[in-house]
Nanobody, 125 residues
Framework: QVQLVESGGGLVQAGGSLRLSCAASARTLSNYNMGWFRQAPGKEREFVAAINWIGDITYYADSLEGRFTISRDGAKNTIYLQMNSLKPEDTAGYYC??????????????????WGQGTRITVSS
């Protein structure tokens, strides 16, 4: 069974950077649109970023103000989320997800079929 495994989370000070990775076992991610979502304690899961299977269309949550970048490396079968200028409000569990290979990737969680277990980020002030 395909599994998505996130890594790269941890504790960082406000203003710092982290890069999350999402790797798949047993199947290539090149045929999937990929998304990152996050969920803070007591809040609903929210969209962060998405990239289509080709890698030429990316979407971001407006609230990120250009601080995050999603990318994919086909050779490594890995998706990345580069997060810069982190803020305490970025503290959350971050989840990668795989969905059907449409040209425009989805922003809605329900469009994604496969989810990782998540990696936690804590941003201290």
């Amino acid at each position: 069974q395909v599994q998505l495994v996130e890594s790269g989370g941890g504790l960082v000070q406000a203003g710092g950077s982290l890069r999350l990775s999402c790797a798949a076992s047993a199947r290539t991610l090149s045929n999937y649109n990929m998304g990152w979502f996050r969920q803070a304690p007591g809040k609903e899961r929210e969209f962060v970023a998405a990239i289509n299977w080709i890698g030429d269309i990316t979407y971001y949550a407006d609230s990120l103000e250009g601080r995050f970048t999603i990318s994919r490396d086909g050779a490594k079968n890995t998706i990345y989320l580069q997060m810069n200028s982190l803020k305490p409000e970025d503290t959350a569990g971050y989840y990668c997800a795989a969905g059907p290979s449409t040209y425009y990737p989805a922003r809605l969680a329900r469009a994604y079929d496969l989810w990782g277990q998540g990696t936690r980020i804590t941003v201290s002030s």
